[in-house]
């Protein structure tokens, strides 16, 4: 699988194969998203046969998510290293087996290891590969084909999650997981769809860096004119390993663009709030009297708006009117989502949390769809799989201590406002800090004149719009060292 010869082509080819990437990583979305969000089904199962607070229990979500994001750099680098679809594969065996085991889970620190750990790295290896293939197929349709990918977690969700809880009903949660395991086993398939393809640009730009090339061949020819030394060995491994590091350093450059380093510290706030409701929504509804049914109906709902979410959000920001305007989308979408997760307190019956449901599930499919869309017109199309992996990385930690700390405020003060108020007021937060710093860049560019994006390659950084995206990558060449 690691030698399989890549397709060169000059520009992403918008279609024909491109369409069976998109199929695969939707897919690889359903079997991954969508089943970390309906595993807070099982949160009252758990709490329930384990007999631990809200706390306790909550890490178990927690771990998952944290694990997925956290590996999600492991999953680019071995992407990058050997194939996309080696790691997809891998990352469906391991993820499956983290499921089945965890139907043989005698305590919540065994489901803390095998579902949390095991089943979140495998989600890792194959989430982020899979969802940097689609960038690199797709220019001008880029965000209709992420939203279209990125769809699978809104209809795996409407899905699975009545599916989940019929199977928890006939066969208890160990039966379900059981299930869910093989399930999710269809990972190994669509890593078979995950054919490799290297744009000219990567292609020109090649393994290593022209002046790193140059001198790793000068320091070979040093080292064949003196074989007979007996310190050849060392001088060519360590020439191997600096070349090694400094097309390392090159992969991650774009830690120096300054709109990528607002983008990731907004995602630390994002990321914070947006599992809380998919966490504690099932719980709150059944705290209110809705029925186990209706409440699982709830996240149905959520899920099947957020296909519309997806897929309208990712159509209409591909027109021309609003391609340049995706940034602009994105936090408005984040925007939205904080003031809804305000209202959940006031929201007492089933009735009442339909409409929550709805708007939650549009916004939230809006924003997933156009985080690596924003990603990529940010850092570039080469550069979009370690940055979704960094991106994806910054939802670890937020992932891990969120839904353990709304579990700490459930248990003190006894009701679920303080929660979602906290979620609700993050995100609002980190749309605020996306609007400051797109407010004080016009106020720089107005300041300093117009950029020009042909004369100087560090002006690129600021720009926003996919059609500039190639040139940013391409333009911008390693110093030499």
Not at 37 to 47: D, G, N, Y
Not at 56 to 77: E, R, Y
């Amino acid at each position: 699988m690691t030698q399989t010869n890549k397709v060169l082509v000059a520009v992403p080819p918008d279609g024909g194969w491109g369409w069976m990437i998109v199929a695969g990583c939707f897919i690889v979305t359903i079997c991954t998203r969508a089943v970390t969000r309906c595993i807070s089904i099982f949160f009252v199962e758990f709490q329930m046969h384990f007999a631990q607070d809200y706390s306790k229990t909550a890490w178990i979500h927690s771990l998952v998510d944290c694990t997925t994001m956290l590996c999600a750099p492991l999953g680019s680098f071995i992407g990058n290293r050997l194939s996309c679809r080696f790691a997809v594969i891998l990352g469906g065996f391991m993820a499956s087996t983290g499921l089945i085991l965890s139907s043989f889970a005698t305590s919540l620190e065994n489901l803390y290891l095998s579902l949390g750990v095991l089943t979140g790295i495998g989600f890792a290896l194959s989430y982020t590969p899979a969802i940097a293939m689609v960038g690199k197929y797709f220019c001008k349709r880029k965000s209709l084909a992420y939203g279209v990918a990125m769809s699978g977690s809104g209809i795996g969700t409407f899905i699975l999650a009545p599916v989940v809880q019929h199977l928890i009903e006939l066969y208890s949660w160990r039966g379900a997981l059981l299930l869910l395991g093989g399930f999710v086993a269809n990972l190994c398939v669509c890593g078979a769809l995950m054919r490799p393809i290297t744009l000219k640009e990567e292609q020109l730009r090649g393994m290593l860096s022209v002046d790193q090339e140059n001198t790793y061949n000068k320091q070979q020819n040093d080292l064949n004119s003196k074989s007979a030394s007996k310190s050849g060995q060392p001088i060519r491994t360590d020439c191997l390993n600096r070349c090694v590091f400094f097309q390392s350093l090159q992969e991650y450059s774009f830690f120096l663009m300054p709109d990528f380093m607002v983008l990731a510290v907004s995602i630390l706030f994002l990321a914070y709030g947006c599992s809380v409701p998919f966490v504690y929504l099932v719980p709150y509804a059944l705290n209110v009297g809705v029925s186990h049914q209706n409440s699982a109906f709830l996240m149905s709902i959520l899920g099947v708006i957020g296909i519309i979410g997806n897929i309208t959000f990712g159509w209409l920001t591909d027109r021309r009117c609003l391609k340049k305007y995706r940034y602009f989308c994105f936090l408005t979408a984040v925007g939205m989502d904080g003031l809804c997760c305000l209202l959940i307190p006031t929201l007492q019956s089933f009735p009442l949390l339909v409409p929550f449901s709805v708007l939650y599930g549009y916004f939230d499919g809006a924003y997933v769809a156009l985080l690596p869309v924003v990603t990529s017109d940010i850092v570039g199309s080469q550069y979009l799989s370690s940055a979704l992996g960094v991106v994806f990385f910054l939802h670890a930690i937020p992932y891990l201590i969120s839904p353990p700390i709304a579990g700490w405020l459930v248990d003190r003060t006894g009701t679920y406002t303080a929660a979602f108020m906290l979620s609700g007021f993050s995100m609002i937060f980190s749309s605020v800090l996306l609007m400051c710093a797109a407010l004080i860049k016009k106020c720089f560019r107005t300041r300093s004149g117009s950029y020009s994006t042909n004369s100087d390659p560090k002006l690129q950084i600021w720009t926003n719009t996919g059609e500039t995206e190639y040139s940013v990558a391409a333009d911008q060449e390693p110093k030499p060292v």
